[in-house]
């Protein structure tokens, strides 16, 4: 009767954790369903970490600021890997008794894809702003497109409302004489692959092969003269964001690209 008693209580506390579980995971997705990403992709050299500076000025909605983080060494395109290896095993087909065993899964695709979301928000959102992003500076490198969209692809799928700034000089060589890539004639190379890159995935966006939800395109193509020169695509670009304030002006843009080189 003991044992019976002990069986009982074990299997009431797994039912009582498993329903803690999926509170916890309906908790996150209500957390997490309503955020705008910004996600800043860009070649080296270009005033990426100025262009956080400047955008970080952007409010956004309801979010008083953006939360911009720096880059993370493409730590995000090992997950784009594994999201898809894990979609592929889900849709492994079991037709056989010999297939059933060696494809047996035991998780729950939408479990893991929250769990894969939580991850990211921890360590790029710990305080669950309704704005947040990164920049980053390895993407678009092997300079092939269905590479790229499905990293793009992945990103768009952290939250409700992603936004791509896909942002360069407008003449790569002239980035090759910045601080990081300065004598590395290797990066020069994936540099330009990365124009083409970026160039090509703009091309898909237009004839709206890659477009966002609610029509809105998925990406932005920007140029550090842009907010140099504080042009038309510079305002183009606050409009995109959905920027409730003004574009920065005059000396607020010049200030924080005073120290950009080879200009």
């Known amino acids: 009767l003991e044992s019976k008693i002990l069986e009982l209580k074990a299997s009431a506390e797994s039912h009582l954790a498993v329903s803690r579980s999926n509170k916890n995971v309906e908790k996150s997705v209500a957390d997490l369903s309503d955020t705008t990403c910004l996600f800043i992709i860009s070649t ?17 909605a309801h979010s008083n600021r953006c939360t911009i983080s720096g880059e993370n060494h493409g730590a995000l395109r090992s997950l784009t890997e594994f999201h898809s290896r894990v979609v592929r095993t889900n849709k492994q087909r079991t037709n056989n008794i010999h ?5 047996r899964k035991i998780f729950n695709q939408t479990h ?27 993407y678009g490198r092997e300079a092939t497109i269905g590479t790229f ?23 790569a060589t002239k980035e090759f004489n910045s601080t990081v890539l300065k004598n590395r004639w290797e990066q020069h190379k994936q540099s330009v692959q990365q124009h083409s890159c970026f160039d ?7 004839s709206n092969i890659c477009v966002a939800k609610e029509d809105t395109p998925l990406v932005f193509r920007h140029y550090l003269e ?4 504080e042009n038309d695509n510079f305002r183009a670009l606050w409009k995109y964001l959905g920027c409730t304030n003004k574009s920065p002006k005059g ?8 120290n950009i080189t080879g200009l």
């Not at 297939?99 to 494809?103: I, K, L, R, T």
């Open 200 to 206: 090509s995935y703009v091309g898909l966006s237009k």
């Open 149 to 171: 969209s499905n990293d793009i692809e992945f990103l768009s799928s952290l939250c409700k409302n992603p936004k791509f700034i896909l942002h360069s000089r407008k003449d």
């Open 99 to 103: 297939a059933e065993a060696a494809w």
């Open 251 to 258: 000396g607020a843009v010049r200030k924080v690209s005073k």
């Open 226 to 229: 842009d907010y140099l020169e």
């Open 112 to 138: 893991v894809e929250q769990a894969t979301k939580d991850l990211v928000a921890t360590m790029l959102n710990p305080n669950m702003s309704p704005c947040w992003g990164f920049k980053e500076i390895r």
């Open 44 to 60: 080296p050299g270009s005033g990426s970490s100025t262009m956080v500076e400047v955008l970080s000025q952007c409010s956004i």
